[in-house]
């Protein structure tokens, strides 16, 4: 079926990122439903799509009549039945926690038409187990955005084991439709692909902050102006192809050894969240962020991550 064919979405949970996702279905003329347990939570998203949206239009990515007509799209609800009773895909986006992952599909499995496709944006728990409380786990898919998801072009559709052919490539149409750059994960592993390589880069990076090799500044500016600055026009295959397999060959045997192969969070890392640091949501955490406003800070983020996004949509514009 095509994408048209996505009229009516349902987001649960109105967090950081379901009101994200539920913007960029609203932007592209469907309409949403947005559900959350906590009135707050639904207040919030409201104020966090109204701020979403002024960003966007900054940018020049939208007018005054688009921000008008996609807040009319957007509708708020406190009953899980009356936001998903006639919704053609139900997206969940509650936290991490299966437990709390199963009780909602398990509603889901009650309210939501038969025929919806029923996503999870899990960062990386089993979409098998997930679908396991559903009658018909075909129709369940993963769907994993990257924050903040009405910027990050990325969304991975991860199989489980047991969804179906249709429920994918329905899944990856709809959100190629809605200006996605959506890649299919074949395999229900931990992680699926984004997440996995970002952790192996991420602890690597601690533990050369734990040595001592460099200070966190100096760590960040090595990723942003040496490989971070050609993965986004080259990925890691076509870069090593570009180096020569022979020399890339070369390198990755003797510095295997080297790289640390820990399994737990770093000691640099498990000091600072026991010490409550958790980083600009209380004023401190790599680096210190005190009397700093997370409002202003999330803007200058999102309008760099806008400005990288011009020059990605233009150099890979077909």
């Known amino acids: 079926m095509e994408s048209s064919s996505f009229t009516t979405i349902a987001i649960v949970g109105a967090g950081t990122m379901g009101y994200g996702i539920g913007t960029v279905y609203a932007a592209d003329g469907r309409t949403v439903r947005l559900y959350d347990a906590s009135t707050e939570a639904l207040e919030q998203a409201r104020t966090n ?60 499995n009650r309210y939501a038409p038969a025929n919806a496709i029923l996503a999870t944006n899990t960062s990386g728990l089993s979409i098998t187990d997930i679908a396991s409380v559903v009658d018909d786990p075909g129709r369940v898919v993963g769907t994993h955005w990257f924050n903040p998801p009405h910027i990050v072009p990325l969304v991975e559709v991860v199989r489980g084991d047991q969804t179906s ?17 959506p890649v299919e994960v074949k395999k229900d592993i931990p992680g699926f692909i984004g997440n996995r390589i970002q952790m192996a880069m991420d602890f690597e990076a601690w533990s050369l902050l734990q040595k001592g090799v460099a200070s966190a500044e100096d760590i960040d500016r090595a990723v942003r102006a040496g490989f971070g600055f050609r993965v986004p026009v080259l990925g890691v295959f076509k870069k090593s192809d570009f180096t ?15 790289i640390d192969r820990g399994t737990e969070p770093t000691e640099s890392l498990r000091s600072l969240v026991e010490d409550g640091h958790y980083g600009v949501k209380t004023g401190h955490g790599v680096y210190d962020w005190e009397g700093a406003d997370f409002d202003q800070l999330a803007d200058e983020r999102d309008q760099q991550l806008l400005a990288m996004l011009d020059a990605y949509e233009e150099a890979f514009a077909e």
């Open 165 to 181: 052919d249709t429920t994918v490539s329905r899944t990856y149409d709809l959100l190629e439709a809605v200006g996605k750059e």
């Open 244 to 258: 020569g397999l022979d020399v890339y060959e070369e390198v990755m045997s003797y510095l295997l050894k080297e």
């Open 49 to 108: 799509i109204d701020t979403a949206l002024a960003t966007l239009a900054d940018a020049g990515r939208l007018s005054a009549d688009d921000r008008s007509a996609i807040t009319e799209r957007i509708s708020y609800h406190e009953t899980i039945e009356e936001a998903v009773s006639d919704a053609d895909l139900v997206t969940e986006a509650v936290t991490e926690d299966l437990e709390i992952k199963h009780e909602v599909f398990t509603r889901l």
